[in-house]
């Protein structure tokens, strides 16, 4: 830490992004970065463990060990080939999440990001070769929000795992009624054709790593699969930050 940063963290001192407690010397460092977010606020995220469905990622409460796949992805393959997210959506990462897209506390995502990219880590191995694409919004929520969540997010794993960011190639056509308070036939019609590529070229043949807040039925995820697999892109990933249990 410099001197700067030293006299600022006097004047004042850094209080936990979703309590607003003093954080005091104990921090949390992520590939060089500050957490900003107080042990007892990251004790309350929860981690998603195995057992769990390796292509939605929904965890199982279930006696036997091993990963297997979920109903729904027996039943219906999604298009992406696999999610992947560190917590539950609840508890803490609920709250900082609510705090960073609602609260427009844009500077929290210097914390969530760290906590995605260093998962994202160890879910995927080796990130060259990947197209990161957040999941875009329409431009008129844009307007209303002033930012993207999900590509300040990206952005964040981007720079710490060397991936190639694409944030203007996948757009949202359609502007769609919120997701929340739908079921999942409901998300999956009001998300329909809601994306477009501007140069299929960009994705033919890449892997790509859609980046999202959260994933609730994953309807949004699978959509935007649908749209690159289209084109003919190789493999889709989805990482985010958090996802429902039940999706
Ligand atoms: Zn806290
Ligand atoms: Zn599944």
Redesign the pocket.
Known sequence: MNILNTIIEIIYPPR?L????FLGNHRVRKDQHDIL??Q??LNDFNEITSPLCPICHKPFESEIEEDHLCEDCLRKRPFFDAVGAPYLYEGGVMMGIHHFKYGGKTHIAGSLGPLLASFAKRWLKKMDGYLMMPVPLHPKRLRERGFNQSLLLARHIASVLGAELDFLTLRRVRDTKPQTGLHRDERRKNVRRAFELTDRNVVKGRSIILVDDVATTGSTLNECARVLKRSGSDKVLCLVLARTSGM
């Open positions: 936990c979703i309590c607003e407690r977010i107080c007892d606020c």
